[in-house]
Each structure stands twice: as structure tokens, then as C-alpha cells.
């Protein structure tokens, strides 16, 4: 395979990332199962697969853009970088707030409009070339911001660089928005299920005031799973919207009782925590229709099991949206 | 011209309409869910489609050889005679559920029966 007009030596099934990667280049990646889009090549000469292709822009395609981590490298014979302007565009940290110890909120401004919805994600690239991937928590507004919720993961680089040396006033490199996982007014009558672990909130929280704004009619479920009570961190604003809208329940849990449940002030709130799996919580209440809109978003284990789970109760396949953001390699250690 | 099988049934719109239904039923099915256990549930999905579009009749380009090719793992796996006979009993009972005419049900059912040595690689 010839890359940047220099050739590889190719090994049979390894895919186009990981023949540069093992040829020690320097090349964007992140996820590595075909979802983020950010290892996106310029295919010259060869047979690029229609996997390698799944979810780009027609306008990609045809101008034989692949996904490196997709790719069998056997199948190329040429390929090139994509220039970076036309990948990447700029924006500037406009306000930087802790949600909780290692939950934090951005708020970027991209230097030119950016046409959106909530839900979908974009990809950062930080000065140190580290890529990933976050979604847009908020709805595109005349202010042009864009809202993305952080969670410091322990060996996680880019979120300690975002936590520690993204300052306000920095600028930094974002590709997108990608991904499919948003709201539609389409499914304004019909019931909505949102189930999201940890982060995984802060898309649905998109697709939830999307749904709001759009006068969704049918009763919105929003199933909030975390760790403990401190990774509930959206639990005041989730408890409000409970509050002012009839046809929106929120339904809080956590995995680990840690914190003494009783210790939470009664008077504050009415909804209650309950202590569980928050998509076993779910599937157990799960009264499907025909119409059932399902959101399915955190880490990709529970994404997967959920979504077949859900599947087998009688949600049709084409109703489960998924932000399927896997973060395989910081997983080595215990969380 | 007459109306091919496929249009018949009811073109792409009966593929999407039986791919939930077959699936889940070959997934619920524990003698052959383990064929069919990958965690990418859309990559699944999509070779279903394949596999109901060739069954209708519809527009396809899989060769004998194609067939043999993509099952040949299967049968490493212990694909046998069982399994197709599985296969081949959710197909019919999901056109039943849908409510295709007997006579077009059983031309799928030849199609399907037609493969039968490719699939299980003799
Ligand atoms: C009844 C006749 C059958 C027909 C016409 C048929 C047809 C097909 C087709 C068209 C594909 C897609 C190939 C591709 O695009 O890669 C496929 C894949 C597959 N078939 Fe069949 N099939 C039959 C029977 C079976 C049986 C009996 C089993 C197992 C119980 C089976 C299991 C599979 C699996 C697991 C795949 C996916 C393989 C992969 O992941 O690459 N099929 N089949
Ligand atoms: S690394 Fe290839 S799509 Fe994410």
C-alpha cells in the first residue's frame, strides 16, 4: 500500500489504521469500531469496502473518503492524508464549569455557524493531536454556542488535558457534527424512552430539549443512570423539567449505595433515586408500541446488551437510536 | 412483462417490514442464536436484509460460490441439516405472520430449499 506517496508493507486482515499505526505514523484516530469518523483517509487507488464508508457525507464518498480503522489494507493500493482544512474547523473555550469533581461543562464558539442537531457529536483534536469524540448537549441557538459535558476518566489524556490546560479564551481543532442519534419532529406523538449512563446524559438532555422545543406530545422517560449520587449531575435541572412538564419523567439511579440515600434532603426534590442498573431498570418497565422511540447512549457495553434487549421486547430496530462512543482503551484500569 | 416474485410480495418495503420479525425469532431461537450472537446488531440486521431479499427473489448478485463462501465458517462451526431447517421454519412463519398468499410463500420456500447445499457446504 502506498501512503503519502511511500509504500507499506501490508499484513493480511490488518486493517489501513493499524498497518500506519504498527508503521509507527502519526495518524488521527480514536474509536476504532467505525463510529467517530476521525481516521478518515483519501482512497487513490483500490477497493475501498462499504463497511469503511458507513455513515459519511455522499459528498465523501464520492470523492473516495474511508474510515482507516474499517479499511482491510490489503484492498488499497493507494491512499493520502485529507488536507486538515477540510476536515477541521476552529473554535474558542468560552466558559469552563465543574458539574461535579470530575464532571465538567464546555462551552465553545466556533468561528464560522455551524448547522447542527442536539445529539449529535463532534470530535476534538487537542494541540497534542489526541482526538475524541463528545456530544452536543444543547440546541442550536443565534448565539452560536456549543455545550459538551467532560467526565475526567482515570488514564483518560484528553479529558485531563480538557480539565487541566484547556483554558477560556483557548482555541481548539473540532471535526463534525457527526452521528445520527438526535431528535426528530417526525416522532412528535409518539412515547419517547431516553436511557444514558454517566456523560451519556448529555446528548439525551440535547435530544430531550429538542423534543421540548419542538412541542413533543408523547411522554418522555428519562432513565439517568451513574455511579453514585455525585454522577446524577444534571438531577436539578432533570427534576425541574419533571416538575414543569406533564408528559416528562425523569427516573434517577445509581449502581453503588455509597452515599446513604436518607442523607439527600426529602424537602428538595419528590423524585426519587432508586438504587440498580439503569437499563435493567428500564427494560423491566419497558411497555413497548410499535411507536416507541428508544435512546440508548454511555458506555458501549450497556448500549449493546440494551439495544438487543430492547429489540427482543418488540422496539423495531429502526426506532433505537444509539451514540455508540466506545472508549475501549481507557478502560484498562478499574474505575 | 409479468410481476416478478419479489414486486409480488412486496419489494424492499417487505424485506423492511419482515427483517425485525425474522430476527427476532432467529434470536430467540437457542439452537441457532449463537450463529447470529455478534454484539454489531446493524451489520446483523443488514445481512438479514440480504438474506430476505435473495429468499424474495429480489435483485441480488450472490453466486452459489458467494453462498458456500459465507456460510463455509458456520459449517466449521457445525452448521448441519437442523439449523437450515430452522432457518428455513422462521422464514415461513414470518411470511405467515405477514400475511403472504400461500402460493408466494412457497416460492420463497423453493428459493430458500435451493441453497440448501451451498449453505451447508455439500
Ligand atoms: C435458508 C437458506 C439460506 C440463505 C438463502 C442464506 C443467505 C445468506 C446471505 C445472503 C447472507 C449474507 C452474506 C453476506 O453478505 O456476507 C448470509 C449470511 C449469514 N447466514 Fe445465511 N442463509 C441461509 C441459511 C442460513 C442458516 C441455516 C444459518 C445458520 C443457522 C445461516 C447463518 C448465517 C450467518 C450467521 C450469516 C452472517 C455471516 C457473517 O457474519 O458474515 N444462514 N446468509
Ligand atoms: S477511529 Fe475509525 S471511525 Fe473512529
Redesign the pocket.
Known amino acids: 500500500m502506498i501512503f503519502n506517496n511511500i509504500s507499506y508493507q501490508v499484513k493480511k486482515n490488518e486493517s489501513v489504521l493499524e498497518c500506519l499505526l504498527r508503521c509507527e505514523l502519526k495518524i488521527d484516530y480514536s474509536c476504532k469500531t467505525g463510529n467517530c469518523q476521525s481516521c478518515l483517509l483519501k482512497s487513490i487507488a483500490g477497493d475501498v469496502d462499504k463497511k469503511a464508508q458507513k455513515g459519511l457525507k455522499p459528498t465523501a464518498i464520492e470523492q473516495g473518503f474511508f474510515l482507516a480503522c474499517q479499511q482491510q489494507a490489503e484492498a488499497i493500493q493507494k491512499a493520502e492524508s485529507i488536507d486538515n482544512e477540510l476536515i477541521f474547523s476552529h473554535a474558542r473555550l468560552v466558559n469552563k464549569q465543574l458539574f461535579s469533581n470530575d464532571i465538567c461543562q464546555l462551552i465553545i464558539e466556533p468561528v464560522s455557524p455551524l448547522y447542527y442537531h442536539a445529539g449529535q457529536f463532534i470530535n476534538l483534536k487537542n494541540s497534542q493531536g489526541i482526538v475524541r469524540s463528545y456530544s452536543i448537549a444543547n440546541i442550536p441557538s443565534e448565539q452560536q454556542l456549543i455545550e459538551l459535558h467532560i467526565h475526567k476518566k482515570t488514564n483518560g489524556a484528553m479529558s485531563h488535558w480538557l480539565f487541566n490546560e484547556f483554558n477560556v479564551g483557548d482555541n481548539i481543532d473540532f471535526q463534525g457534527p457527526i452521528g445520527e442519534c438526535f431528535y426528530t419532529s417526525e416522532n412528535k406523538n409518539k412515547p419517547m424512552i431516553l436511557i444514558g449512563t454517566g456523560t451519556g446524559a448529555a446528548p439525551l438532555i440535547g435530544i430531550v430539549r429538542d423534543a421540548l422545543k419542538s412541542g413533543h406530545q408523547g411522554l418522555i422517560l428519562f432513565y439517568h443512570g451513574a455511579r453514585n449520587i455525585e454522577g446524577l449531575y444534571l438531577h436539578d435541572m432533570l427534576s425541574n423539567l419533571d416538575k414543569s412538564h406533564s408528559n416528562f419523567n425523569y427516573l434517577p439511579s445509581i449502581s453503588h449505595n455509597d452515599d446513604l440515600l436518607s442523607n439527600l434532603g426529602s424537602n428538595d426534590s419528590a423524585i426519587k433515586i432508586v438504587v440498580g442498573r439503569c437499563n435493567e431498570i428500564a427494560i423491566k418497565k419497558l411497555q413497548p408500541t410499535p411507536q416507541t422511540i428508544l435512546y440508548l447512549c454511555g458506555n458501549p457495553e450497556m448500549v449493546n446488551t440494551t439495544r438487543k434487549k430492547a429489540f427482543l421486547a418488540g422496539i423495531a430496530s429502526k426506532n433505537i437510536y444509539i451514540d455508540p462512543f466506545e472508549y475501549k482503551d481507557l478502560r484498562k484500569s478499574e474505575r | 412483462m409479468s410481476e416478478s416474485l419479489f414486486d409480488k410480495i412486496g419489494g424492499e418495503g417487505a424485506v423492511d417490514a419482515a427483517v425485525d420479525i425474522f430476527y427476532r425469532k ?1 434470536l430467540n431461537d437457542d439452537s ?1 442464536a449463537h ?2 450472537d ?1 454484539t454489531d446488531m446493524d ?2 440486521i ?2 438479514q436484509k ?2 430476505l ?3 424474495f427473489g429480489g435483485p ?1 448478485e ?1 453466486t452459489g460460490t ?2 458456500r463462501k ?2 463455509a ?2 459449517v466449521e462451526k457445525g ?1 448441519n441439516e437442523s ?2 431447517g ?3 421454519g422462521h ?1 415461513q412463519a414470518t411470511l405467515q405472520e405477514l400475511g403472504v398468499p400461500e402460493e408466494l410463500t412457497n416460492e420463497v420456500m423453493a ?3 435451493s ?2 447445499d451451498d ?2 457446504g455439500l
Request: charged letters at 10%; glycine letters at 6%.
Open positions: 432467529v441457532i450463529f447470529f455478534d451489520g446483523q443488514a445481512k440480504s438474506f431479499t435473495m429468499a441480488n450472490y458467494d453462498m459465507a456460510h465458517p458456520l452448521l439449523h437450515f430452522a432457518v428455513a422464514l428459493i430458500a430449499g441453497t440448501h449453505v451447508l
